[in-house]
């Protein structure tokens, strides 16, 4: 079974860092467009990050500057390098594909920013 698992969220003080991990289980992960997503109860989920195929990145404008999206294809794993965190960035962080056709969603992983 194909299943997505992110970790390396936690608690941090506001200008605080973080690194989220999201490896995939399955095949031909170089392939694929990828995002990190992330997600506050009650609210729809947000893209956050991409990164494609090719290299190229994107980010919404309340992270840029402050996150860095990354892959290894040869470990099947996408990160997400999160500096100076604010209290806003407090969500459930997930990746998956940045395409119409999903994976099925991971638990994602909790990011408070509160001191």
């Known amino acids: 079974q194909l299943y997505l698992e992110e970790s390396g969220g936690g608690l941090v003080q506001p200008g605080g860092s973080l690194r989220l991990s999201c490896v995939y289980s399955?095949?031909?992960?170089?392939?694929?467009?990828m995002a990190w997503y992330r997600q506050a109860p009650g609210k729809q989920r947000e893209l956050v990050a991409s990164?494609?195929?090719?290299?190229?990145?994107n980010y919404i404008d309340a992270v840029q500057g402050r996150f860095t999206i990354s892959r290894d294809n040869a470990k099947n794993t996408v990160y997400l390098q999160m500096n100076s965190l604010k209290p806003d960035d407090t969500d459930v962080y997930y990746c998956n594909r940045n395409a119409k056709m999903q994976f099925s969603w991971g638990r994602g992983t909790q990011v408070t920013v509160s001191s």
């Open positions: 399955g095949n031909r992960f170089s392939l694929f467009d």
């Open positions: 990164i494609f195929s090719g290299g190229t990145t």
